[in-house]
């Protein structure tokens, strides 16, 4: 049974503070040592359910922050930046199960910890058909692009919760529940990493009645920007079409292209912007 596993950093337990998700800053290795707790106890509880192999992207800011030498289960790390499918670079039709590690909330949802939809700069909202959607939902196109059931999502209450609204019936392991956007009623992490390591195998053990991601298609994705200079530039991006001051949308019949487009312009506008 082959797993891919996705990891961002804001959702994990402890963590409130960008300073501890930023390379150079002080609470940094604190923080990836954290992260990677978290990590093991899903690739561990992964193999606990079956799993034989595990691939562990690195999905965080430059995409290197794990140490890989101390990944569970010899699992394979994917690292560094520029990767074609970005958060979900790896996945493919050979996969059985996806697991989405320490994700966090939607920029202009409810508060959610370090709360963002890639690019804080330069996005404010985006939806899927109509439904407003974080990180996970939106990575999820690649997963339904690839027949891969999403069975976990690890995070915060807002995240987990935002997560059910689009992928009904996966498993969420809350680590922590946000206060603020800069605070959060954190589990201790050995808690939170038996919490982990527990839905992580219960998520495999069910794999045979998890279904892929089933967006309805064509899948329309529409994004508000946090301006109009950069709504214009999306429309450079041969698809974007602007649909008001500061938005616009992209529609495919193809989940996979629809993301790779909306990468497209993530990456441009995220470059303008920051």
């Known amino acids: 049974m082959k797993v891919f596993l996705s990891s961002d950093m804001e959702g994990t337990a402890g963590i409130v503070d960008w300073t501890q998700c930023q390379a150079g800053n002080p ?29 562990v992207n690195d999905s965080h800011s430059v995409m290197q922050n794990l ?31 996806v697991l989405l590690v320490s994700y966090h909330g939607s920029m202009g949802g409810p508060s959610s910890v370090l709360s963002h939809t890639y690019s804080p700069r330069a996005i404010a909202e985006v939806r899927l058909n109509g439904t407003p959607v974080g990180e996970a939902g939106i990575n999820a196109l690649v997963a339904q692009a690839h027949g891969v059931p999403v069975v976990l999502v690890t995070g915060d209450d807002v995240t987990a919760a935002e997560s059910r609204a689009v992928l009904p019936g996966i498993r969420t392991a809350v680590v922590k529940t946000a206060v603020s956007r800069f605070a959060a009623d954190s589990l201790h992490p050995h808690d939170a990493c038996e919490l982990i390591a527990a839905e992580a195998e219960a998520a495999l053990r069910g794999l045979a009645q998890a279904r892929p991601p089933a967006f309805d298609l064509p899948a329309r994705l529409d994004i508000t920007f946090r301006n109009a200079d950069l709504a214009e530039m999306a429309t450079w991006v041969r698809g974007v079409e602007r649909t008001g001051g500061c938005s616009a949308a992209l529609v495919d019949d193809d989940p996979l292209r629809l993301y ?8 441009l506008g995220r470059g303008i912007a920051e």
């Open 67 to 97: 140490r890989p030498e101390l990944l569970a289960g010899r699992a394979r790390y994917l690292s560094g930046r520029h990767k074609p499918l970005y958060m979900m670079q790896g996945l493919d039709p050979s996969f059985d199960a």
């Open 27 to 55: 609470g940094y290795e604190h923080g990836v040592a954290l992260l990677q707790a978290e990590v093991n106890a899903a690739i561990t509880g992964a193999v606990t359910g079956g799993a034989t192999e595990v691939l």
């Open 260 to 267: 790779r487009t909306f990468v497209t312009v993530l990456l």
